[in-house]
């Protein structure tokens, strides 16, 4: 009796390690996120943009590109709003462009 006894408790602890073993959960680090650059919207007033649309000054041809952020060079003129000094304005490329006077970067590319 005591041998069927030691080896069915043999069998048990053998069994019950594997089992043991099965539960054991790996846990990875997630992957880094991708780095996004993330542009700040800018909320301006309704009459700068009605303003710039009814405006008519003449296309600038400028070879960079012309996005949200990038900064136009001296040689393109810019047109300030009539009541938000915050705003100016010119046509680049056949697209209208809302730029800010101080720095000259494009805030908003209307067409």
Sequence with gaps: MRKTLLAASAAFVALTGAAWAQST????EPA???VVTQRSTV???GQVRTYVLEQRVPSVVY????VVGSTLPETVEVHTVDGYDDYAYTVVNEHRVIVDPRTRAVVQVLD
């Design 63 to 66: 070879e960079g590109d012309v």
């Design 32 to 34: 880094p996120a991708p």
């Design 25 to 28: 959960v790996i846990i990875q």
């Design 43 to 45: 909320v301006m007033p």
